[in-house]
């Protein structure tokens, strides 16, 4: 009778705190409940995530508190206030690092550039800041993408359109890119993307890759208590990532060694022809190879690799599905590549030079505007030094972590207007036909400030050269009933369901 008494005590003790929280959260958008805090309010949204946050962050004039379950470190603010973003990644630069925790759920990238501070960060920037530069690199993209493209894209494409079957144009990207960031860092092709449609093979490294995203999100929601345990344990997401580890780490020392067996026997020259230049040996090259060891290449070699493949299969599968729902914005970009960039050679896109590239304003517009809308990289995390107060007035305590969400801040009628969920490439153009400049606070698809992409020009070659052969050969478009085109809950902003398309040659050509 006593035990009964005592749980129903327990009972309505429990029941009224949960009314009382109810009661007073009922205007908040997001409920604070005990123990828990606000996570069974993301765990009920995750499949919409960034589109709550969103409307959340709206509500909240821009920037809020989250608040994890007790106990754990999941507590943060964030924000979408362009001061607040500039102030974070420029002005207070030194105060906002990416911190232990960043490290600890980034850990496969070990002392890479993405994963690294002050002064590690600085010499892992300074190396390859100076290789972006050169002028082999950038040619070396456009050769790799040239080659790509005329050996496997368009005969894929071409073969799609005579059987007449439906592809999965954002899976069809994601192993293109693969394929060329490995040929570009690592001197090697895996041909994960075949020239006909064929069953599409499975190439484990790749696999690998995928699989280890998903653990880097698990790590963003799970309390670190708990996965830690379970990588101590070796179960569930955790042990698949350890095998994916091994998977990625034997492939990467591989690719090392061979690169080391070869600068032994022919020190690289840097010409424009050389004909097995890649990203892996200008690094030795640049660092003095005596001095390199093998973490630091395996370390920057698997930051690039990821750096340089899905923020592009991303872009471009976000792009293309605007545009294909778009009919008038593609019409123009067709127009503007037929006035401006076709040239009468037979090899008009191999030919054609950078400059031309640049002559497409309304293209790069509607690039920029799809990085807008939909950002590769959803959201960012700093952790602050010391606190601080931000430009909003909301305080910052050291230690604490601070996350901006980039692809809230595409959608901010505060920055981009009352149309600002208008896919609309005339906003980045100006009435003298060139490219609006935009600060980076606010359009943040390539961050901000010193830790700024530094694959941003390239990106916009490799982009540009993709969109024009696509497009003025072939007409995409989304499958009927595919309408369910979503962002999936990753660190990267792929698309739920891929993007089924159907593909027909063009006749205007
Ligand atoms: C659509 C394409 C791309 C987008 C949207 C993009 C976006 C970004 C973002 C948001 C960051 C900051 C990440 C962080 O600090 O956690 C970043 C950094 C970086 N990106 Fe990109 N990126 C793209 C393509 C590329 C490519 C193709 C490369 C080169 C292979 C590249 C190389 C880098 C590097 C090296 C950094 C590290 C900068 C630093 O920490 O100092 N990116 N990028």
Known sequence: ????????????????????????????????????????????????????????????????????????????????DPM?????????????????????????????????????????????????????????????IHKKLESCLVPLLNNTSELGTVVDLQDIFQRFSFDNICSIVLGFDPN??????????????EKAFNKMEDTMFYRHIVPRFLWKLQKWLQIGQEKSYSECEKIIDQFLHQCISSTFQEQR???????????????????????????VDRKFLRDNAISLLLAGRDTISSGLSWFFWLVSTHPVVEAKILEEIRAKFITNEENWLITSSLENLNKLVYLHGALCEALRLFPPVPFEHKSAVKSDILPSGHRVNANSTVIYSLYSMGRMEQI??????????????????????????????????????????????????????????????????????????????????GLKVKVTKRGIN
């Open 1 to 80: 009778m006593e035990s009964l008494e005592f749980i129903a005590i327990v009972a309505a003790i429990f029941s009224f705190f949960f009314i009382h929280t109810w009661r007073s959260n009922r205007n908040n958008p997001v409920t604070n409940w005990p123990f828990f805090g606000m996570l069974p309010g993301v765990l009920c949204n995750l499949s919409d995530i960034h589109d709550q946050t969103t409307t959340t962050l709206k509500q909240c004039g821009g920037t809020f508190l989250f608040k994890g379950p007790w106990l754990t470190n999941l507590n943060f603010l964030i924000t979408t």
């Open 416 to 497: 981009w207007g009352e149309d600002c969920l208008e896919f609309k490439p005339e906003r980045w153009i100006s009435e003298k036909g060139s490219i609006i400049h935009i600060p980076s606070y606010k359009f943040i698809a390539f961050q901000a400030g010193p830790r700024s992409c530094l694959g941003k020009n390239i990106t916009f070659i490799q982009m540009k050269l993709i969109a024009i052969t696509l497009l003025w050969n072939f007409q995409l478009e989304v499958v009927e009933g595919h309408n369910n085109v979503c962002p999936s809950v990753s660190v990267v902003l792929h698309m739920k369901h």
């Open 84 to 144: 607040n973003v500039h102030h974070i990644t420029s002005k207070n630069f030194d105060n906002y690092i990416k911190g232990s925790e960043f490290y600890e759920i980034f850990e496969i990238l070990g002392d890479g550039i993405f994963n690294t501070d002050s002064h590690k960060w600085k010499h892992n920037r300074n190396i390859l800041h100076s290789l972006f530069r050169q002028n082999s690199f950038e040619s070396l993209v456009v050769k790799t």
């Open 192 to 205: 994960s993307l075949p020239n006909k449609l064929k069953e599409f093979p499975e190439v484990a490294f």
């Open 265 to 291: 026997k022919v020190r690289c020259t840097k010409d424009d022809d050389e004909p097995n230049f890649n990203m892996l040996k200008a690094i030795v090259e640049e660092s003095e190879m005596e001095k």
